[in-house]
Structure formats: C-alpha cells, structure tokens
C-alpha cells in the first residue's frame, strides 16, 4: 500500500511548523521518535478519517539573505515539492500578500502538484474573514481560512488535502518483487552501485554531490529473481545551506524507505558512520524495514586482518538501536562483493517473512519467564499470559499480560533477545504489541 506524502510549503514566518505540530500530535497520530536515534522531527506518519499519510514540515524553506532569496527558496523548496503528493501553502492574513508569496506559488504552478492554500491566523472570522478573500488573487485555488495557534478550520484543511488522495493508488495490489531502497549522504556511492549491479550507466554517476535529483526505480533481474531498487537522489551542498540540506536528504529517504521493504544504508568507508548515518538509518528502523548496511569503498581503505571487525564494531557502537542490521562490505567501483548483496537481500527478505507457530513461541516464552523472572512493582508482578504473532514485514508479535504498565522496555528486549536466539530474524526488526487480559477475562 502506497502512503501519499504531504508538504507543509511557505514563506518564512507565516506558521509552517506550528500547523505541522498541531497536526502531528493533536488532530492525528505520530509515530514517537526511536529512543537512542536523535533528529529533526520533520515528518510525521499521520492518520485523518482512516487514511494514512506521511507529513513533512520544510521549516527549511528560508533565505537567509536578500540577495540568495529566490535561488535558495527555489532549490530548497523544489525538493519537498518533488516529493511530495500533495502540498499545503500557508500563507499569513496579519501580514497580507506577499511579493514572496506569489514566487512561490508560481514554483507550486509549475510542479502541476494539487495544492491546498491555507490562509493562517485567522483566529477570528468577524475580524480577518475579509482579508481571506485577498489571496485568491495567487491564483491557485481556494483560500481555507485557518488558525494553526488556535487549531481552528484544521478539519476542513485535512478534509481538502485527502480529496487528492489517490484511493486507487492507496489500495492496489502489492508488488510480489522485493523492493530495496538504497540510501544514504550524498556522494557515498549510491548510484554507482546501482549501475554496478545493473551493468549500465541507467544511472548518472559524478563526483558532484547531488548529480541526481529525483528517486528513481531500476529494475534488475538477479538468478531468475526480479529486484526494483530505488536510489534516493543526492544533494547539491552549499556551506551556507549544508544543515538545510542534510533536512531534505532525511525528507527524501522517508518518501523513498516508505515504498521499500528492505533498505541498504550505504557508508563511504573512507569517511566511517557518522551521526548523519544514524540518522537515515533510524528512519528505517523506525517504519520497520529490513536494513543492511553496506559499507562501500572498501577498496580505498588500507587494512589488516583486524580492520573489519574494528570497523564492524565501531558501526554497531553507533547503530546500536538496530543489532539486528546485516553489514556487507563492499565496493561499487570494482564490484567487490556485489554478488552477496543478493544473498544477503533473499535472507533478510526471507526473515521478513517468517511467522513463528504460537504454541512454539509461548514454549519459548515460557523458558525465558523461568530463567529471569519478570518485573515486579510495589508487590505487584507481571504475568505473561502468552503471546501470537499477528504479522509479518516487520514480524509482529501480541503479548498478552496483566498488567502492561509492569512491562518494562528492557523485559521485552529480553524477549525479542530470546525469540531472536531461537529463530534469528537477522536484519528485520522485531515489533511488540503489549495487551493487558484481564483476570475475569481468562
């Protein structure tokens, strides 16, 4: 099922991240940050009215001169709109038309994107309702009268964005071929190790972070297997917008690991895993993809026999929220490797896929219960009932307890640590679902 993506759009100052905040944890759900991962919360994965969506702010759409305005605004602004499906431009009835509002609603025109055009502060409709009507002259449609501050007309605004919800699109059926997103900063080899394993430059390859614009879908057929790999596009880097862009390299992989089902992050081996890694890594780990980390430019390193296990270390020091990651060591220029890609792609998808029978889980359960006792508060102790598994990609698993406030993260941990000594599940993470079963239940 393809989720649409919805980007808050607009000049500085008129309100973007307020209404993004409103809508993300008040109106709707949010998906809380995974502990251990830090990052900007910039997108958000939203429900209204039983449709499922992923939000983006572009809190980053600012000049931060007068001269730079409209190449940076543009730049900036062209890569949440391309990503995006649908698009929210918020403009602000204190301040009026803007000059700046017209230049970015000719960017919007031309993307041929729907837009919906928020009119923000509209705290009261007796005092600002008048002024709403000024901006129909941007000639994009409808203004909606809104106040992010005071969360008025927010239902109305979500009703207008899911009209453009493609339901087609939503619901069709899934795609039997494995999907693989390859992502990571700019310039770490992505595209080069797509051309690699598919044989031809389908892809442009060149030293200049952000040759590639748009996420793009190759097919590669691999012993008989058919593989779609997406490659996330690189980004122009400019000192003066470096932390901006960074932003939009994380907007570009959400909307890229949303249509995935396994993910390679791939790592310049000459740079090593930074934060920047971490956090693209967090993104898949937090919608529950397979992840392998593929360090690339191995070639370039010099190295003894202990090099890759400091090396693999020092990447589960850092991605050590994801222990289940399979790492691979290659490199796209000579092609090191690229065979095991595969393997490792069949083993993880495999992994995705497998579903424990119940009566095998609780009897594992039950041994991890007699070998540490599970928690206790103020003389009460957790009972674990027992647990199913009710999905798979990622494997999900129901366990049934008396008291779900008693069970702490690092007992389920425990579990998942005892489930995964048994069945392996290398490179999917594990999802638990807590539910507490009542004593006149039973």
């Known amino acids: ?41 910039i997108y958000a994965d939203c429900t209204w009215l039983d449709m499922n969506f992923t939000l983006i702010d572009t809190g980053g759409i600012e000049p931060e001169s007068q001269d730079v305005i409209l190449s940076q605004m543009r730049e900036q602004a062209e890569i949440a709109i391309a990503s995006a499906d649908v698009i929210i431009f918020i403009v602000d009835v204190r301040q009026g038309l803007q000059d700046a509002d017209s230049k970015v609603a000719d960017m919007l025109r031309r993307s041929r994107k729907p ?7 509209v705290d009261s409709m007796a005092k600002f309702g008048n002024d709403v009507y000024e901006f129909y002259n941007l000639g994009i449609g409808d203004p ?3 106040s992010a501050a005071s969360r008025l007309g927010i239902g109305d605004l979500l009703d207008a964005v899911a009209k453009y ?15 693989i997103a390859v992502v990571g900063k700019p310039n770490v080899g992505k595209s080069s190790l797509i051309n690699k394993l598919l044989g031809e430059n389908r892809v442009i390859v060149s030293d200049i972070a952000g040759t590639t614009r748009d996420a793009v879908d190759t097919e590669i057929v691999h012993n008989g297997t058919s593989y779609v790999f997406i490659d996330t596009a690189g980004l122009r880097r400019k ?7 960074e932003r939009y390299s994380i907007i570009r992989t959400v909307t890229a690991v949303e249509r995935a089902d396994i993910v390679v992050v791939v790592i310049d081996a000459s740079e090593g895993v930074t934060e920047q890694d971490a956090k693209i890594a967090g993104i898949a780990h937090e919608r529950g993809k397979g992840v392998i980390v593929a360090v690339n430019k191995w070639d370039a390193v010099e190295k003894n026999d202990k090099t890759i296990y400091q090396y693999t270390n020092k990447l589960k020091e850092v991605l050590s929220f994801m222990p289940y990651a399979e790492y691979i060591f290659i490199s796209a220029a000579t092609g090191q490797r690229l065979g095991k890609l595969f393997d490792l792609i069949d083993t993880v998808r495999q992994n995705q896929n497998l579903r424990v029978a119940t009566g095998v ?37 129901v366990i049934f307890v ?18 995964r000594s048994a069945f392996g599940f290398r490179g999917t993470p594990l999802k638990f679902l807590i539910r507490e079963r009542k004593v006149k239940d039973q």
């Open 1 to 41: 099922m393809s989720k649409p993506v919805v980007a808050i759009v607009g000049r500085p100052n008129v309100g973007k991240s307020t209404l993004f905040n409103v809508i993300a944890g008040d109106t709707i759900s949010i998906v809380k940050d995974t502990p251990g991962v830090t990052r900007d919360r």
């Open 402 to 419: 008396n008291n779900k406030e008693l069970m702490h993260f690092s007992y389920t941990r425990y579990l998942e640590n005892q489930i």
């Open 239 to 245: 000192n003066k917008i470096k932390e901006e862009l």
């Open 165 to 179: 919800f493609d339901a087609e699109k939503m619901e069709e059926e899934e795609d039997d071929r494995p999907r």
């Open 115 to 121: 837009v919906v055009l928020a009119v923000n502060k």
């Open 361 to 397: 889980l609780n009897e594992i359960i039950t041994e991890a219960v007699a070998m540490q006792q599970p928690p206790s508060d103020k003389g009460k102790r957790l009972k674990i009932y027992y647990g199913t598994q009710v999905a798979v990609k990622p494997p999900t698993f």
């Open 144 to 146: 909606l009268p809104v």
